[in-house]
Every structure is written in structure tokens, then in C-alpha cells.
């Protein structure tokens, strides 16, 4: 699978690697299908989708790192 996004290293050169793209292209892909499932569920539960979009942007923006990068 081609990478469709230029992920960018801390540096703010290019993530280059096959692998590490791959992976992170997995890990968006898992991302976006639970983020579905969440606002998928709350509609049919008569949530306000949006409200859920915006918990779910705060919580993005909220999380912290476990370790500090090197």
C-alpha cells in the first residue's frame, strides 16, 4: 500500500521509510474505522453527532505522549 500522505519527521524532513509508512498508514486506517464506529453508534443512539466529533477532537488534542521522543 502507497503511502497517501508526506509524513513529516520531527525535523520536518520526510518520513521515508517503506515501513514506518506503511505503519502509519495502518494505524490511520484503524483510527478512522473506531472514529466511525464511535459516530456511527451515537447517531443511532440519538446523540448529537457533532458534540461526539467535537469530544473526540478535544480528546485527540488532550493526549499525551507516555514517553518523551528523542
Known amino acids: 500500500m502507497k503511502s497517501t500522505l508526506a509524513w513529516r519527521a520531527a525535523d520536518g524532513g520526510p518520513v521515508s521509510c517503506a515501513e ?3 505503519v502509519l498508514d495502518q494505524n490511520l486506517a484503524e483510527f478512522h474505522e473506531i472514529v466511525l464506529d464511535l ?9 448529537d453527532v457533532e458534540q461526539v ?17 528523542g
Open 39 to 47: 459516530l456511527e453508534d451515537a447517531a443511532l443512539m440519538g446523540c
Open 20 to 22: 514506518k509508512l506503511k
Open 53 to 69: 466529533r467535537a469530544v473526540l477532537k478535544a480528546a485527540v488534542d488532550e493526549t499525551r505522549l507516555r514517553f518523551s521522543p
